[in-house]
């Protein structure tokens, strides 16, 4: 079974900074989806950003950026130029190809601070 | 844009009662899904369904049911509401791994 594991249940960053939040999974999938999601109080659940595990290259969507590291089983999100819109709980997920089931971690508050 | 209609935003119900939670999409997805979501613990699949009539056990199965009997449909059942239960509830459907859509979720509070 797959797992996904975020390691800081809250962090904060000034507004115009810079924040990375960790995801780590495990899997003996070889092929394999990875996801970021943004849940702020609305409860509206947004997907941020998607990382297909056989692409080598980092996905970028704008502020928000990833770095993969297959061997580690790493997936961190990288958000710049923090704003206030961003406060939200973060979660990672998995997906293994193929299958329909979303794995996710437990989440991460992340609170802009202006 | 797809979207996830879950039918109520807020919910109030006594121990012991009947609950059905009501998720309704409009793209005609395949797939349905039932998350519940505590703080700390993430969100964790309680039920899935791949197609009219068909279900799956997600995680945390227990003291919970679905019914899908249309595909733009998936109803959750608390057959017997428990304290325990109370929870945000979210629903989401896909077409593949890749496109899920989420509702609003409905907080559920059981007395």
């Known amino acids: 079974a797959q797992t996904v594991t975020q390691s800081q249940p809250e962090m904060s960053v000034q507004e115009a900074e810079t924040v990375t939040l960790s995801c780590t999974y495990d899997?003996?999938?070889?092929?394999?989806?990875l996801f970021w999601y943004k849940q702020p109080p609305s409860r509206q659940m947004i997907l941020v950003i998607r990382q297909e595990a056989y692409k080598q290259q980092n996905a970028t969507e704008n502020r928000f950026s990833v770095n993969f590291q297959k061997a580690a089983k790493s997936f961190s999100l990288k958000i710049s130029d923090s704003q206030l819109g961003d406060t939200a709980m973060y979660f990672c997920?998995?997906?293994?190809?193929?299958?329909?089931?979303?794995?996710f971690g437990k989440g991460t508050k992340l609170s802009v601070i202006p | 844009d797809v979207k996830v209609t879950q039918s109520s935003r807020y919910l109030v119900k006594r121990t012991g009662e009947k609950v059905f939670l009501e998720c309704v999409q409009d793209m005609d997805h395949e797939n349905m899904f039932w998350y519940r979501q505590d703080p700390g613990l993430g969100l964790r699949l309680i039920y899935f369904s791949y197609d009219v009539k068909m279900k799956e056990k997600g995680d945390i199965p227990e003291g919970y049911s679905v019914s899908r009997e249309k595909k733009e449909r998936f109803s959750l059942i608390l057959e017997s509401a428990s304290t325990n239960q109370t929870s945000m509830y979210l629903c989401?459907?896909?077409?593949?791994?890749?496109?899920?859509?989420f509702g609003s979720g409905t907080r559920l509070t059981v007395v």
């Open positions: 989401a459907s896909s077409l593949s791994g890749f496109d899920y859509t």
């Open positions: 997920a998995f997906i293994g190809a193929g299958s329909y089931q979303l794995t």
């Open positions: 899997t003996s999938e070889n092929n394999y989806y």
